[in-house]
């Protein structure tokens, strides 16, 4: 598969999965919350852009680059503040126990598309110099 197919595949994935927790969103109202799935909505639009500007021109450009950074960057702020969210929301018994591994689950499965999309970055945006600026570290294990 081509490079560009290939991350326009696992986006399309994360996208998916970024839509199917912010339809279940709001689960217990407050600022944790808000700021996650404010992350999830950007991760959506930028995805969006990306797909966009692949189907155009399947090659790497900066509206691309900057997006996939908006994409990794945004996932790994999103997981952190999830991860807050759901230790108070588990300590206060806010929300019951399947639904925070429900999302759990959907976090989890974000990060593993993204970080199988990244040989094909790696490839698309020519080389790992220039994907270390897009792909934070623990993506490329």
């Known amino acids: 598969m081509h490079a560009a197919a290939e991350i326009a595949y696992h986006l399309r994935i994360v996208q998916g999965l970024a839509d199917r927790v912010l339809d279940r969103m709001p689960v217990w109202e407050n600022t944790m919350e808000e700021r996650f799935t404010m992350l999830l909505q950007e991760k959506k639009e930028a995805i969006q852009i990306i797909l966009?500007?692949?189907r155009e021109t399947p090659e790497m450009n900066d509206e691309i680059h900057k997006n996939l950074h908006i994409v990794y960057k945004g996932d790994k702020a999103e997981k952190l503040i999830f991860e807050q969210w759901k230790?108070?929301?588990?300590?206060?018994?806010?929300?019951?126990?399947?639904?925070?591994?429900?999302?759990?689950?959907?976090?989890?499965?974000?990060?593993?598309?993204?970080?199988?999309?990244?040989p094909s970055i790696h490839e698309f945006a020519g080389g790992w110099e220039k994907t270390r600026f897009i792909v934070p570290a623990q993506y490329r294990e």
């Open 52 to 54: 966009n500007g692949l």
């Open 87 to 118: 230790r108070v929301a588990e300590q206060n018994n806010f929300v019951n126990s399947d639904e925070l591994d429900w999302l759990e689950e959907n976090f989890q499965e974000m990060k593993k598309e993204l970080k199988e999309a990244v």
